[in-house]
């Protein structure tokens, strides 16, 4: 008897073993299938097309597929930096909790890590290291306080707090954070107030006996000094599921079918408005692709998804009128896809503006610091025309090199805030000092 109840216990223990085997497999499998579709239906998204909407020849396509030049910033290239292939217990680990939309652009474009479902999809996971720190990310609906690892030590807390109704939200997660006993550093990735009014969190840095170190803010906050406040990109929108475009893969050297679009929502008396106007008058109408609502809405069909993707990657130029803040997604998105944005250069209400930790002047600091390859305009009225008329004189060639360069600096631009944020977390939280 005892004995069938040792091959009994056996069998169990052989059969959840190929179970989870086979579980884990099937993960993977569907992990590389969804990448995979991903990829194709961007590469569709970007092809090449003549006048009758019929794809071009497969040969056109492959010499578009270019190979880039090495990147500057690149962590992995960094020997000081980042060992690839370093199979040592890393010296640190560092948990990033994921309750904003921005801390996927962090994970999945900046670092440029994989993310895989947890408990069925009630959490996303995944962890990548750079140097002795393992970052591990967590984001999902599953993440909440009682939820997550109660032995964290070093922790980055991503927030979203662009309108007054989330600060609630957000201090009840810093006020929760009490009740870790091991946790010794703390920092926040602040989707901040789009009039940069984000005062409340002052009380929670550890300058006024909180336990938040430093914060990564988005919009040009005043409060920036690159010690305790550093400014952060507000990436593309993928909340909406915008995805992760591979640059080597977007044709560069065709000839684009719309010198310039415009998407987005009106508001009534804004600049958005007159731009509406200008691009509706005869002059005008035929330059540019023009698609808008009325009425901001949170969620994309595939449908409308795609189409924008597509208008996207067959534009030169991607106008950016200022909505509720000057920085935008659609900005992001453009240099994915090596369409230069148009900005409108103008600060709107609120408390946004220059600070201390930059030398040239809001809006858009971080991309002025960083020489973006984008157009600034400060009156569409006036400067649109002109900026179209000598569009229209460029040569395929000029274009081409553009729409190169332009992909080269976002890859660029995404590996320096890497290196940025990772030399932070260095010396803020293990008095680490690297050159940022």
């Not at 008897?1 to 040792?6: A, D, E, L």
């Not at 984001?139 to 109704?165: A, C, E, I, M, Y």
């Not at 079918?257 to 009534?268: A, D, F, Q, R």
């Given at each position: 008897?005892?004995?069938?109840?040792?091959r009994v216990a056996f069998l169990i223990l052989v059969s959840?073993?190929?179970?989870?085997?086979?579980?884990?497999?099937?993960?993977?499998?569907?992990?590389?299938?969804?990448?995979?579709?991903?990829?194709?239906?961007?590469?569709?998204?970007?092809?090449?097309?003549?006048?009758?909407?019929?794809?071009?020849?497969?040969?056109?396509?492959?010499?578009?597929?270019?190979?880039?030049?090495?990147?500057?910033?690149?962590?992995?290239?960094?020997?000081?930096?980042?060992?690839?292939?370093?199979?040592?217990?890393?010296?640190?680990?560092?948990?990033?909790?994921?309750?904003?939309?921005?801390?996927?652009?962090?994970?999945?474009?900046?670092?440029?890590?994989?993310?895989?479902?947890?408990?069925?999809?009630?959490?996303?996971?995944?962890?990548?290291?750079?140097?002795?720190?393992?970052?591990?990310?967590?984001?999902?609906?599953?993440?909440?306080?009682?939820?997550?690892?109660?032995?964290?030590?070093?922790?980055?807390?991503?927030?979203?707090?662009?309108?007054?109704?989330?600060?609630?939200?957000?201090?009840?997660?810093?006020?929760?954070?009490?009740?870790?006993?091991?946790?010794?550093?703390?920092?926040?990735?602040?989707?901040?107030?789009?009039?940069?009014?984000?005062?409340?969190?002052?009380?929670?840095?550890?300058?006024?006996?909180?336990?938040?170190?430093?914060?990564?803010?988005?919009?040009?906050?005043?409060?920036?000094?690159?010690?305790?406040?550093?400014?952060?990109?507000?990436?593309?929108?993928?909340?909406?599921?915008?995805?992760?475009?591979?640059?080597?893969?977007?044709?560069?050297?065709?000839?684009?079918?719309?010198?310039?679009?415009?998407?987005?929502?009106?508001?009534?008396?804004?600049?958005?408005?007159?731009?509406?106007?200008?691009?509706?008058?005869?002059?005008?109408?035929?330059?540019?692709?023009?698609?808008?609502?009325?009425?901001?809405?949170?969620?994309?069909?595939?449908?409308?998804?795609?189409?924008?993707?597509?208008?996207?990657?067959?534009?030169?130029?991607?106008?950016?009128?200022?909505?509720?803040?000057?920085?935008?997604?659609?900005?992001?998105?453009?240099?994915?896809?090596?369409?230069?944005?148009?900005?409108?250069?103008?600060?709107?209400?609120?408390?946004?503006?220059?600070?201390?930790?930059?030398?040239?002047?809001?809006?858009?600091?971080?991309?002025?610091?960083?020489?973006?390859?984008?157009?600034?305009?400060?009156?569409?009225?006036?400067?649109?025309?002109?900026?179209?008329?000598?569009?229209?004189?460029?040569?395929?060639?000029?274009?081409?090199?553009?729409?190169?360069?332009?992909?080269?600096?976002?890859?660029?631009?995404?590996?320096?805030?890497?290196?940025?944020?990772?030399?932070?977390?260095?010396?803020?939280?293990?008095?680490?000092?690297?050159?940022?």
């Open positions: 008897m005892r004995v069938n109840c040792r959840y073993f190929v179970i989870s085997c086979y579980t884990g497999f099937l993960l993977i499998q569907r992990r590389r299938a969804l990448a995979t579709y991903e990829n194709q239906r961007i590469q569709v998204l970007t092809e090449v097309s003549d006048d009758t909407g019929n794809p071009g020849r497969q040969g056109e396509q492959l010499q578009y597929r270019h190979q880039y030049p090495r990147i500057l910033w690149n962590l992995e290239d960094d020997q000081g930096l980042v060992a690839m292939g370093n199979h040592t217990k890393p010296e640190f680990v560092v948990e990033i909790w994921g309750k904003a939309a921005i801390s996927l652009y962090l994970w999945q474009h900046i670092f440029d890590a994989d993310l895989g479902p947890r408990m069925g999809g009630v959490w996303s996971y995944g962890t990548k290291r750079f140097q002795n720190i393992e970052f591990r990310y967590r984001t999902g609906p599953g993440v909440t306080p009682s939820k997550v690892p109660k032995d964290t030590q070093n922790l980055v807390l991503s927030l979203n707090v662009r309108d007054f109704t989330k600060i609630d939200t957000a201090k009840a997660w810093l006020d929760a954070l009490a009740g870790f006993p091991q946790l010794k550093n703390v920092a926040v990735l602040l989707l901040g107030n789009e009039q940069c009014d984000n005062e409340w969190i002052k009380s929670y840095l550890a300058a006024n006996n909180g336990s938040v170190k430093f914060v990564f803010v988005v919009y040009d906050s005043p409060d920036v000094d690159n010690n305790i406040f550093y400014q952060w990109p507000l990436g593309v929108a993928t909340y909406r599921n915008f995805p992760k475009v591979k640059s080597a893969f977007i044709p560069t050297s065709i000839q684009r079918k719309h010198m310039c679009n415009y998407m987005g929502t009106i508001y009534v008396n804004s600049s958005r408005q007159v731009l509406l106007d200008l691009l509706s008058t005869p002059e005008m109408k035929d330059r540019c692709y023009v698609k808008v609502r009325h009425e901001w809405l949170p969620e994309e069909t595939e449908h409308s998804r795609d189409n924008y993707l597509k208008v996207l990657a067959h534009s030169d130029l991607t106008l950016n009128p200022v909505g509720m803040n000057p920085e935008c997604y659609r900005i992001y998105e453009a240099l994915s896809y090596g369409s230069i944005p148009v900005i409108e250069d103008v600060l709107t209400p609120g408390n946004c503006g220059n600070s201390s930790g930059f030398s040239v002047s809001a809006p858009h600091r971080l991309l002025k610091s960083e020489k973006a390859p984008v157009i600034f305009i400060k009156d569409w009225q006036k400067e649109l025309p002109t900026i179209l008329d000598k569009e229209a004189k460029m040569t395929l060639e000029q274009k081409s090199k553009r729409r190169k360069d332009v992909l080269l600096w976002y890859e660029n631009f995404k590996a320096k805030m890497r290196k940025r944020f990772v030399s932070v977390i260095q010396e803020k939280f293990f008095g680490v000092h690297q050159f940022i």
